[in-house]
């Protein structure tokens, strides 16, 4: 583990902790003043607010947090690192947030009663398995952010949709058409196969590396990203030291 994993990693972990306090305190609040069924009674803008912000909070805590905690070791960061970062992100604001709500249930039976019904307890689950996904969206996003770096484009290209394949195509020297091919079923994965076997290629990967990118993006981008691979095309290499989030939205 980086010398620094505790320090960054409950840095941001008080910084979900907040928000989701601040969420589940307006859920809280609401429930008392307008009943517990108050989001099923067309209140659809709070039935969008609450879990906006709560996907924002967790988006902006993983994605920021991994930033720190790679930018603190000069990029050179195990995988594993990462997912015990991203672990304690998912877990503890869980049971932070369940424990709160508890407490809450003692003093207040409306919450009490909605605390212990099945619904409540799989939406847990729920929520759990859904930070899961978010979080290994948002580890591939924050390495393809990192691999453009090293192929010397800016890194919020890979936050941008369709484009972030055009320029996946140009750091593999592949025609820009190809992104096409990502649009034809079954076509398109002969297409996804050409982009990772080429990005294997051009940072001197196996083919088996190849592989990994494929089927398991979430775990072998992140070693491309974060490890100590180089853009090498041909006799060309590559190194860019990573900047300052202005210096990517200006040219």
């Known amino acids: 583990m ?11 972990l008080i910084v979900l902790i907040a928000f989701n306090y601040l969420t589940n305190y307006a859920v809280q609040f609401s429930m008392q003043h307008y009943g517990v069924n108050f989001l099923s009674r067309g209140n659809r803008f709070l039935t969008f607010i ?7 909070g967790f988006s902006l805590s993983t994605g920021l947090g991994i930033r720190d905690l790679s930018r603190s070791n000069k990029y050179d960061i195990s995988v594993g690192s990462i997912f015990a ?7 503890v604001p869980v049971i932070f947030s369940t424990t709160m709500l508890y407490f809450y249930s003692i003093s ?3 919450i009490a009663n909605t605390f212990n019904t099945k619904s409540y307890q799989l939406s847990i689950l729920v929520g759990i398995l859904f930070n899961l996904i978010l979080s290994l ?3 591939t996003l924050a390495s393809q952010w990192r691999i453009f770096r090293k192929a010397g484009y ?18 593999i020297k592949r025609d820009r058409w190809w992104v096409f091919l990502f649009f034809i079923p079954l076509i398109n994965l002969i297409a996804l196969a050409t982009i990772t076997n080429g990005m294997a290629r051009v940072f001197r990967r196996s083919d088996a590396f190849s592989f990994g990118l494929f089927f398991l993006p979430f775990i072998f981008f992140p070693i491309l990203a974060f490890g100590r691979s180089k853009y090498i095309h041909d006799e060309y290499e590559l190194v860019i030291d990573d900047l300052d989030l202005e210096d990517h939205l200006v040219d």
Do not use: S
């Open 2 to 12: 980086p010398n620094n994993f505790l320090k960054v990693t409950l840095k941001w």
């Open 108 to 110: 207040d039976e409306n």
């Open 154 to 171: 800016k890194g919020w290209y890979a936050l941008v949709p369709i484009y972030n394949l055009i320029i996946m195509c140009d750091i």
């Open 137 to 139: 969206l948002v580890i």
């Open 50 to 56: 609450f879990p906006f912000i709560a996907i924002l």
């Open 85 to 91: 970062f991203l672990a304690v992100l998912i877990i």
